[in-house]
């Protein structure tokens, strides 16, 4: 069956992946022959930022509860009718089989219309007037405003306006539908940043972490890992929904101490009633201390590596060693105990690759890695996104930070188990890293990795390619992106 | 820290092959009750070295863990009980885990292992 949904102006790339994700967690995505699945529709003269789809579902009780876990949808609905003019909408509507609409517009039973134009606010008085002219809608149930057994929506879209910069949807348009269900955003408040105690500067904004847990399909009694845990923000929204978790991070101020006894990781999972993590350590995602023969304990791994904007990455060992401007370390016996170790830059390249390496061990088959990739604007395809052989991309959403920078949040499967081979694989790639660290670190500022460029002052050092790019002002042309899409957009 | 996170951690210093598990030093214990969830300890338990398990228990003083167990007694109410605080209810606040091959120390503050390396170890 196909149902309308009617999503928010907000993360438009995270919209269908979203609903994609729940579906899924509730039992239905790929369907037994081609054409049985989860499928999209728009109408032709939509745009893919449209916020109207078709999605087809089992049944209304899948897309009811997609629609109630959802943050991104305003709601779902049976459309009854619909036509570019009110007498194409009647027509529609009277045609609509009438066993399908008599259960809802019998006597008993409570209803209430609304009435919507996309991009518009009605007064009250246009609306009693639309709702007036509903009369070709055989309703004999009772008037009810609050909490009424069911809702019908009467959906308007006026072609000739811009709405929030995004193109004309097409000419006039109406739908008349019956809800299925309405998206809840009240867990985004719940988990707002403003409110939470113990806070880095670069904790997870709340929607995007419940977001990111969705995509890992998170459900109760399941075991999650962060291993650039920081203040736990991702891991909190995953522990919302059931999930019992694990953090690591390098940085063992943050893990340990936080600010204070009432002001830390832990108390950030207690300030909201939920679980706290099974455990959380220090440790280098370079060099994890993992036992050798631990594998697929994780259901889901989700986390933002740090890649060099706000928060560098870092791994163990001495930089000056790493770079051969100096000897190996040795630290006398006596100086051992409170010895701080010195770590070394950690590269976007060698991050991603230890994290796909871990999370290829770690993973249960089909579980799945969420996690964050820096792109530049124009760069968010498949083409630069890192591969494994033992994942699947199922997803990416882009989100665009600055003019010329977004990240991506991609979610990939786990569909080949990890064999001898990519562990054998993965330990020369270590070790090629650990003896090119200097020239990786060089190749890396060339190639315009985000730190350098986004702190080298512009035309500086920001390598050939993105000085051809960005022309030589760092400017990028403004005319390859929609004005509407923004930070949140 | 719990028993389930010291068993799942080895010594992973450069050139150590035999670096689990690892030994514990306790300096203070807590324990915090928790619900017993058997689903969780079902999925855990073939993904979890059992003798590390029960020998870290013994040198806490937990003796209530069989040295010979087998999937079936997963549905025996008193070892699910037992297992469920071994591994989960007893946490090692202060103290220290022990490389048994090097006898490097990872001191264990504030329930929180430090596994970092130093740099003459990675």
Redesign the interface.
């Known amino acids: 069956m196909w149902y309308l949904c009617y999503f928010l102006h907000r993360l438009l790339d995270y919209r269908l992946p979203e609903v994609e994700a729940l579906a899924k967690l509730y039992g239905f995505s790929e369907g037994e022959k081609p054409g049985q699945g989860l499928q999209w529709k728009q109408a032709p003269a939509h745009h893919p930022d449209s916020p109207f789809y078709y999605v087809f579902l089992p049944n209304e009780e899948v897309a009811h509860k997609i629609v109630s876990r959802s943050l991104l949808l305003k709601g779902m609905y049976e459309v009854w009718g619909e036509g570019n003019s009110k007498e194409e909408l009647i027509e529609a509507v009277s045609s609509y089989p009438e066993e399908r609409k008599a259960p809802y517009l019998a006597k008993d039973h409570t209803f209430k219309i609304v009435v919507d134009r996309f991009g518009k606010v009605l007064s009250s008085s246009e609306q009693k007037a639309c709702i007036e002219s509903i009369d070709y809608v055989p309703f004999q149930g009772q008037v009810q405003l609050k909490n009424p057994q069911h809702k019908f929506w009467l959906i308007e879209i006026d072609g000739q306006v811009v709405n929030n910069g995004l193109p004309p949807l097409e000419g006039k348009h109406m739908y008349f539908a019956r809800e299925i269900g309405a998206g809840d955003r009240s867990l985004v408040s719940k988990y707002e940043l403003s409110r939470r105690k113990y806070l880095g500067p670069t904790a997870m904004d709340a929607e995007i972490a419940l977001l990111m847990a969705t995509q890992a399909l998170v459900q109760p009694g399941q075991l999650v890992y962060d291993p650039f845990v920081g203040t736990g923000s991702i891991l909190i929204a995953a522990a919302h929904f059931g999930a019992l978790t694990m953090g690591a991070d390098i940085d063992i101020r943050v893990v340990r101490d936080g600010r204070g006894p009432d002001c830390n990781v832990w108390s950030n999972f207690k300030q909201y009633n939920l679980a706290p993590p099974l455990g959380l350590f220090r440790a280098d995602n370079n060099m994890p201390p993992w036992r050798n023969n631990v594998s697929e304990i994780f259901d889901a791994i989700i986390c933002d590596p740090p890649y060099g904007v706000r928060a560098g990455g870092r791994k163990s060992g001495g930089r000056k060693m790493l770079n051969g401007k100096r000897d190996a370390y040795i630290i006398p016996e006596e100086m051992r105990k409170d010895h701080i170790p010195s770590t070394a830059p950690y590269t976007l390249e060698e991050c991603v690759h230890d994290l796909f390496d871990m999370a290829a061990r770690l993973l249960v088959m089909g579980g799945r890695l969420v996690y964050f990739f820096p792109a530049a604007r124009d760069e968010c395809s498949e083409t630069h996104f890192p591969k494994h052989p033992c994942f699947t991309l199922v997803s990416k959403s882009e989100q665009i930070l600055s003019t010329r920078w977004s990240r991506c949040l991609l979610t990939m499967e786990k569909t080949q188990r990890y064999s001898t081979e990519e562990a054998d694989c993965a330990r020369d790639r270590h070790l090629e890293f650990k003896e090119n660290h200097l020239q990786i670190l060089q190749a890396s500022k060339e190639k315009g990795n985000l730190h350098s460029v986004v702190f080298t002052p512009s035309g500086g050092a920001a390598g050939p390619h993105l000085q051809e790019q960005y022309g030589a002002n760092g400017q990028t042309n403004q005319e390859s992106r929609p004005k509407y899409r923004g930070k949140y957009v | ?2 028993l ?2 010291h ?6 210093i450069k050139g150590v092959t035999n670096g ?2 690892l030994g514990i030093e306790a300096s203070r214990l807590e324990t915090k009750e ?1 619900e017993l ?1 058997p ?2 300890l079902r ?2 338990f073939p ?1 979890l ?1 059992w003798k590390a398990l029960r020998d870290a228990a013994h040198s806490l003083g937990l003796n209530d863990l069989p040295e010979h167990v087998e999937p079936s007694m997963l549905e025996d109410a008193d070892f699910l009980k037992n297992f469920h605080h071994a591994l ?1 209810e007893v946490h090692l606040e202060e103290g220290a885990l022990i490389c048994p091959e090097t006898g490097r120390r990872f001191p264990v ?12 170890e ?1």
């Open positions: 820290m719990r389930i996170t068993n799942m951690l080895s010594c992973n689990y598990p928790s969830n689903e969780f999925k855990i993904k070295e989960l503050t504030k329930g929180v292992p430090n596994m970092l390396l130093n740099e003459d990675v």
